[in-house]
């Protein structure tokens, strides 16, 4: 059946006489009668892309329309077929009585590309860039160990954060594990939770899922905006980075270049944070907000107008989207910019914790030993003796190196 199928193509897209047909740039279509032909279709699947202007325009014409007392007159010159390629394609002349613009869009024809590369391409990508991390991370515990603290501790101790600031940052933290948990629940609940718990377990796992994403998402935003006007100041790039980097911040070696309250590998913790934190709430509170904060027209007309698509040498992005094509692009850069993201906490909460002795207490009991603190922020030490003893703290005239 499938052989006279494919054979009846063959023939009706005019085989018999392909030399016209591959000479021009634009294919025959006469024997399908202005039709798709089978080159069409395959060149489709093969994923080319292919000028289909000879669909989308072929639409039918209100000049042609039968009068209303005639047979085709209530379609307004319009046949079936050209109608639902209208309607596909977006140029229907649709009115609808409420739901605006949204409700207007009865066939997407966006949608397809987006379903596949979410159930295949961003979960196999997603998927194996944090089981990369974890591995990564699993062997380099192994090849270098814990950091220890080099020097005996002193048993005294200083401030390094106050309450306030460890609250923002178990808020922040707090919210980001569960939006991280939920999140990937939802992207892998039919592969994983399905097959192990049922469609019934998944269900509920799913709706519980959504509300606890939507809602820990204010907790994240708040706590970003704290964490943002406690730290920005500490985390402004300076020179004594340029000597950590060179060092490789004493993480490969015995060396422990000289710091202030952040070092460089922290800024870039710090802004990857505040900067793809952001960028996740905008795409987030744009899902949360259905049609309502359309942001990728007009980013992609910027992009396109800044020639930065043309410098990547890739075609100019769409800057007409329909509603549901602005929320499919929403999706996706949130669900991508979130996967970068929980790759770097994930090598955070590995320093955090187990990879660096005596760091958790900063965020824990908000003090550290003076040991810990020389060792990986001299200066900022230097600078907090200082100010104890009421002199004036400026790191350049204390830099205990
Ligand atoms: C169980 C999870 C976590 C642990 C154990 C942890 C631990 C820590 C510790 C100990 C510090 C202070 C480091 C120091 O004293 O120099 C810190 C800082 C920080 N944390 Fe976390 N954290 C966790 C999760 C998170 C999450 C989920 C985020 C953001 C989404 C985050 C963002 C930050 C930022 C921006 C800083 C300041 C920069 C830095 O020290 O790297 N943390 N964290």
Redesign the pocket.
Known sequence: MMRLYIFALILASGLGAPAAAQDSLEPDRSATGGAQTLEDILARQRGEGIDDTFRRENTGSPDTAAGIAQQLGTLGGSSDPELWRALRYGSADITVSSGGEVAAVLVQDGGMWWLDFRRTTLKNWGGYFLLGVIGALIAFFLLRGRIRIDAPMTGRTVV?FQAIERFA?WL??GS??LLGLTGLLTLFGRTVLIPAFGHEANSFILIASKWVHNNAAWAFMVGLVM?FAF?VWHNLPDRTDLKWIAQFGGIIGSKHPPARK?NAG?KV??WS?VIL?ASISASGLSLLFPFEIPMFAKTFAILNDLGITGVLGLDPLPTELTPQEEMQYAQLWHAIVSFVLMGI?IA??YI??LGMEG??D??GTGEVDEAWAHQHHSIWLEDVKAADKGESATGDATAAE
Do not use: D, K, N, Y
Request: charged share 5%.
């Open positions: 390094r940052h922040l933290a980001f594990i964490i730290w952040f922290q913790i710090f944070v934190g906490i955070h909460i955090g914790s760091a958790f900063a965020m």
